[in-house]
């Protein structure tokens, strides 16, 4: 035997050392990789459940007054497991066929018919009716009208009404 045939055996010791290193630190960077990926969709899957559970519906019908249709009453709710709203974050935008976009001020009342203040946070569970006037465009018998309500966090609901053509004052329900 000859030195050479040492030699060899501890560089190729060195070799296999250095690959088994780069492969843990190759290994360690995917890993780390991995968890980043990891925390961004479980952040964004927070996200998402948070905006689909913060929307507002309609809890029953539409009470209109006046023909034409001076302002409508209705009730909103916060399901089961939704995420609360302030009364103030949530923005109206009304439509009348053939308008433009008007954003009336709505006033909230409890089930008691008392008034409750903007400042008020509606929990799920909860309902409230709101009450709201229409703008310079009232609709009219026959005429169609759209309500948006956007909360603050979530998802826009839409209630889009025509009203009957025998639909006169003082008012009634709105089908």
Known sequence: MTKDNAF?????????IAFVVVAAVFSYVMLG???????????VT????????????LDG??????????????????????????????KFVTTVEGGNL????????NKLGSAVATSHVLGAGEK?????PFGTKKPS????????????V??????SKTLATGYAAPGGIII
């Open 8 to 16: 060899s055996g501890l560089e190729a010791a060195i070799v296999l």
């Open 141 to 152: 018998p026959g005429q169609s009208f759209t309500i948006e309500m956007k909360p603050l």
């Open 33 to 43: 990789a991995g968890f980043f990926a990891t925390q961004k969709s479980q952040e």
């Open 154 to 159: 979530g998802a826009s609901t839409m209630i």
């Open 61 to 90: 019908q539409l009470y209109g007054f006046g023909s034409p249709l001076e302002k409508v009453e209705f009730n909103i709710a916060i399901p089961e497991g939704g995420q609360a709203q302030k009364l103030a974050s949530i």
């Open 46 to 57: 927070y996200s998402g459940i948070s905006q689909a559970t913060s929307n507002l519906v």
């Open 128 to 132: 409230v009716t709101v009450s709201l």
């Open 102 to 109: 008007d954003e009336p001020e709505a006033t909230f009342k």
